[in-house]
């Protein structure tokens, strides 16, 4: 059996088999043991390199590029933008949810675009909400797949782009993404009336070329954040994730401050003026105090 060696990306990870893209049409490789010991997990959105036959469309992926950024959940790797999707309704958006996505992706180096769907269930409150979204200089849209509202916008940020769309399990990813492209039709879930919360209708990552350079991925809804496996354990570059408050942070008299409730702090400061939104100060003071005790033992281990 005669093997050649050639790049691709990988589209789709399912039980340890790979589906990778190249040039030469798509293969299903295993990964090679090193990666295990390395401990090392491909993921979809890697750029690398496969030793393939054309019978069966089989073979090995050898060696993984190195990655621009890397999530552990959703797994995805080099990504350009994050949709981190919210409900207007049912369910209520989480805003330090949301933020903590939001930081997650600004610690990765991701774009992150903040998307309210089911805009026609909104009561007017969100409003003020995306107010602060749009004051930290965040990417903020309203959509709905019922009446189309902001679907054409969201469907030009993702061109020419590898884009994946995360949130809360039940806002209507899924729903937005089969809005977006039709031809994808994707599985979608009703809320839980018991739970709250949605059932989940995606059960891994895949993704899906949407043109000659657009990628996007949907992704599993989760209900809660480990903020120890998104590289947010670190207090000191936690602000960071704020990009709003990270230039008030540099300018801050005091070289220790935490930002969070020293008398005279540039970033208190510029909350009081109304440079930063106060839902967002709140959500960085409780993830603050999330991780302040965490050693740096700990971040390591938190790092996978």
């Given at each position: 059996?005669e093997?050649?060696?050639?790049?691709g990306?990988v589209r789709?990870?399912?039980?340890?088999?790979?589906?990778v893209?190249?040039?030469e049409?798509f293969?299903?490789?295993?990964?090679?043991g090193?990666?295990?010991?390395?401990?090392?997990?491909p993921?979809?959105?890697?750029?690398v390199?496969v030793?393939?036959?054309?019978?069966g469309?089989?073979?090995?992926?050898?060696e993984i590029?190195?990655?621009?950024?890397?999530?552990v959940r959703?797994?995805?790797?080099?990504l350009?933008?994050?949709?981190?999707?919210?409900?207007?309704k049912?369910?209520?958006?989480?805003?330090?949810?949301?933020?903590?996505t939001?930081?997650?992706?600004?610690?990765?180096g991701?774009?992150?675009v903040?998307?309210f769907t089911?805009a026609?269930l909104?009561?007017?409150?969100?409003?003020?909400?995306?107010?602060?979204?749009?004051?930290?200089?965040?990417?903020?849209r309203l959509?709905?797949?019922?009446?189309?509202e902001?679907i054409?916008?969201v469907r030009?940020?993702?061109?020419?782009c590898v884009?994946a769309?995360?949130?809360n399990s039940?806002?209507?990813?899924?729903?937005?993404?089969?809005?977006?492209f039709?031809?994808?039709?994707?599985?979608?879930?009703?809320?839980?009336?018991?739970?709250?919360r949605?059932?989940h209708?995606?059960?891994?990552?895949e993704?899906?070329?949407?043109?000659g350079s657009s990628?996007?991925?949907?992704?599993?809804?989760f209900?809660t954040?480990?903020?120890?496996?998104?590289?947010?354990?670190?207090?000191?570059?936690?602000i960071?994730?704020?990009?709003e408050?990270?230039?008030?942070?540099?300018g801050c008299q005091?070289?220790?401050?935490s930002?969070?409730?020293e008398?005279?702090?540039?970033?208190l400061?510029g909350v009081?003026?109304?440079?930063?939104a106060?839902?967002?100060f709140e959500?960085y003071?409780q993830?603050y105090?999330?991780i302040?005790?965490?050693?740096q033992?700990q971040?390591k281990?938190?790092?996978?």
């Open positions: 059996m093997y050649r060696e050639t790049d990306l789709k990870c399912v039980g340890g088999f790979y589906t893209e190249t040039l049409g293969y299903t490789v295993t990964a090679r090193r990666f295990r010991k390395e401990g090392v997990s993921c979809a959105g890697d750029r390199r030793s393939v036959t054309e019978e469309r089989t073979g090995a992926l050898v590029y190195p990655r621009k950024n890397v999530l959703p797994p995805l790797a080099n350009d933008k994050l949709f981190v999707v919210c409900a207007a049912d369910p209520a958006p989480v805003p330090l949810l949301i933020d903590k939001v930081a997650a992706a600004e610690l990765s991701i774009d992150p903040v998307v089911k026609d909104s009561d007017g409150t969100l409003e003020e909400l995306m107010k602060g979204y749009q004051l930290a200089g965040l990417s903020c959509v709905s797949p019922v009446t189309g902001g054409g916008q030009e940020m993702l061109t020419g884009s769309f995360t949130g039940g806002v209507g990813k899924s729903t937005l993404l089969n809005a977006l039709p031809e994808l039709s994707l599985k979608t879930g009703e809320v839980s009336r018991k739970l709250g949605g059932r209708t995606t059960r891994e990552v993704l899906y070329k949407i043109d990628y996007v991925a949907d992704t599993p809804g209900s954040f480990e903020l120890q496996r998104y590289r947010l354990t670190d207090k000191e570059k936690l960071e994730g704020f990009r408050m990270a230039p008030l942070a540099a005091f070289t220790s401050c930002h969070t409730c008398k005279g702090c540039a970033v400061k009081k003026k109304g440079l930063v106060k839902s967002r959500s003071v993830m105090q999330e302040k005790d965490v050693k033992w971040q281990k938190g790092n996978v």
